[in-house]
């Protein structure tokens, strides 16, 4: 099979969906592999390190296009790639369409197979392609949640972990997944207290066994405004597979937090768990709501584009090759990656979305 890998255009967005040696392997299987020029410089890849193991350059995207059967890229098509689609392209990357009915339409009208990182689903329910991004951008939530609580960044001047004399700070975590649980195990390693919501039992026993400065709790709604009223740090991280995010957070639980608080939105890519969340990207990262600075960005592990290149293709390689290889219908959990085919919605949790 002809695979495409394409340059990711979102805003600030470094990421590749395929390092060389992950090439080389498909060039050793017989599959033949193009690259868009340039596409892996940011990660800390050249041109040359892909031609070295047998990788073709495409001078530009619509040569790459044109020579993909399938498209391997990290996030969503945008505007500058959805022109090069075709129906015959078997397009395998993040997609979110939940939260995006303008691309999901848009897809559907081109009528390509599109299979979601995000939705490919073991037997367990495990998300295999959605874990090692969620495990960087719970950790990034908190390193960049405690840079924003900074006084030159418009936050409240707090050191989030505390020194002997002074109170630590209060970190609130919302689901305790790879994302959240990653948040809360870097907020609880700098000192901070920690309180996490979680519904499964399971979940709660592992962020309790962080430290003695982890609470674990169940979401009541009384209970998540009583913790949001006196954090510093609050970081969404809920997640129901391919559907939008439920708004565990009203617009009035964040007018009662305190001015200065922060609150960053792993959920966003999936609409976002906080009811005053909006996307932003890393040109313009933050804005304020109610004296609470948010920060949504939607691709947050594309700020550190070498490490995320190299989990999320270490995750994604086995896929590809089942892909290419031909008869992947049979591998259940890629079946249930599928979001849109034929011009229709087929993942279940697309199934009421109004397109």
Request: hydrophobic share 45%.
């Amino acid at each position: 099979m002809r695979i495409g890998i394409p340059r990711e255009t979102k805003t600030l967005e470094g990421r590749v969906a395929l390092v060389p040696a992950a090439c080389a392997d498909l060039v050793n299987r017989g599959h033949e592999v193009w690259i868009e020029k340039d596409a892996g410089v940011k990660s800390g890849f050249s041109d040359a390190e892909y031609t070295a193991v047998g990788v073709n350059i495409a001078p530009d995207a619509a040569a790459l296009y044109e020579k993909g059967e399938m498209i391997v890229k990290v996030k969503e098509p945008i505007a500058g790639d959805l022109q090069h689609l075709r129906k015959d392209h078997l397009l395998f990357c993040y997609l979110h369409l939940a939260a995006e009915p303008e691309l999901t339409r848009k897809l559907l009208d081109i009528g390509l197979t599109g299979i979601a990182f995000e939705t490919v689903e073991l037997d367990n329910g495990d998300l295999p392609l959605l874990a090692p991004m969620s495990i960087i951008a719970g950790r990034i939530a908190t390193q960049i949640g405690t840079h924003l609580l900074h006084m030159p960044a418009g936050g409240k001047g707090l050191l989030l972990g505390g020194l002997p004399s002074t109170e630590r700070g209060r970190v609130v975590v919302l689901g305790a997944g790879a994302a959240g649980g990653n948040s809360a195990q870097l907020a609880a390693a700098g000192g901070a207290n920690v309180v996490v919501f979680e519904k499964r039992q399971d979940r709660m026993a592992q962020m309790m066994a962080l430290g003695a400065n982890v609470t674990a709790l169940y979401p009541y709604a009384e209970t998540v405004a009583r913790e949001l009223a006196r954090a510093d740090l609050v970081i969404g991280a809920v997640l129901v597979t391919g559907a939008r995010a439920p708004h565990v957070v009203s617009r009035e639980m964040v007018s009662g937090m305190q001015p200065g608080s922060v609150m960053v939105d792993i959920s966003v890519d999936q609409g976002g768990c906080f009811e005053t969340t909006r996307p932003t990207t890393y040109a313009d990262p933050t804005y304020v709501v109610d004296d609470v600075t948010h920060f949504a960005v939607t691709n947050m592990p594309g700020a550190v584009p070498r490490t995320s290149s190299q989990a999320i293709c270490a995750a994604i390689l086995p896929f590809v090759s089942k892909l290419a290889d031909g008869g992947w219908r049979d591998n259940q959990p890629l079946v249930r990656g599928i979001n849109v085919e034929d011009c229709r919605l087929v993942h279940p949790a697309l199934q009421d979305m109004n397109v």
